[in-house]
């Protein structure tokens, strides 16, 4: 559910209508009772989503047998979702636009870190419950997002999905250079949960300052958080300086080149 709730996010940020779905479902031996139970609750989850979303599945395939004498792969329902955009006048884009705009989360913040690529990569934890997800609570928010771009409230719109809040502000300011001044605006939610949980329904938008209060109207009812503004270039989170774009962007870029990097030397040394 949450494969064909984020694709539709994905299109909504954008401006768009989500329309249909075709997928790519990748599983080990269905004659393991294990492996079949989790492809059956796969195409549950994701029926059930699809319906939600009225975005119908035109095609997809499914590949079993993907596994090892070690055991199967971890079940990957993959989703493709294609959207229409009616004019390219309401076309929106993830980057933050102009120093000094404010910065909001719609949705709301939950004590949840459960499957999140922190808990998994820097704490070391495999296996967590699924992140929390509420579809009624998606589809709220994908409706308001929707009136909020046609209403030209938004400056920049980008979904919170892997590696959470931190990440999401981060890909939001790379594009054009600029920074964050944030702070969280929960103090019950753990800060490694504030932001690096993935939890689900919420996305990062920017809003220009004059539009605020037209902003704040139009979200009465609706969860929302104000966490900050944008700034020349720093990251401040909770007060705390955590760097420059260009420092975040470096690493962000050359990820996948500096792992092989190290990969590679760790080799060399073991041969010698």
Known sequence: MIAVAEAAR????SGGQPL??????NFGNPYDPEVYYQFVQAIQGMGEACRKFDTPVTGGNVSFYNQNPDGAVYPTPTIGMVGLLESVKDKMTLDFK????????????????????????????????APYFNIDEELKLHQKLAELIKKKLVRSAHDVSEGGLFVTLSESAFPNGLGFDVVASDF????????????????????????????RRTMVGHPMEELGFVTKGSFEVDGMDWGNVLEWKDKYDRAIENLLAG??????????
């Open 10 to 13: 994905n299109i909504v940020c």
């Open 263 to 272: 990969e590679v030397t760790e080799s060399a040394l073991s041969a010698l």
């Open 98 to 129: 102009e120093e000094g705009d404010l910065i909001f989360m719609l949705g709301k913040s939950n004590n949840d870190i459960a499957s999140s690529e922190y808990l998994h990569k820097i704490q070391g934890v495999e296996f967590s419950p």
């Open 20 to 25: 249909g779905v075709t997928n790519c479902l």
């Open 188 to 215: 019950k939610i753990r800060k490694d949960a504030y932001w690096f949980g993935e939890s689900q329904g919420r996305v990062v938008v920017s809003v220009a300052p004059e539009n605020k209060g037209e902003f």
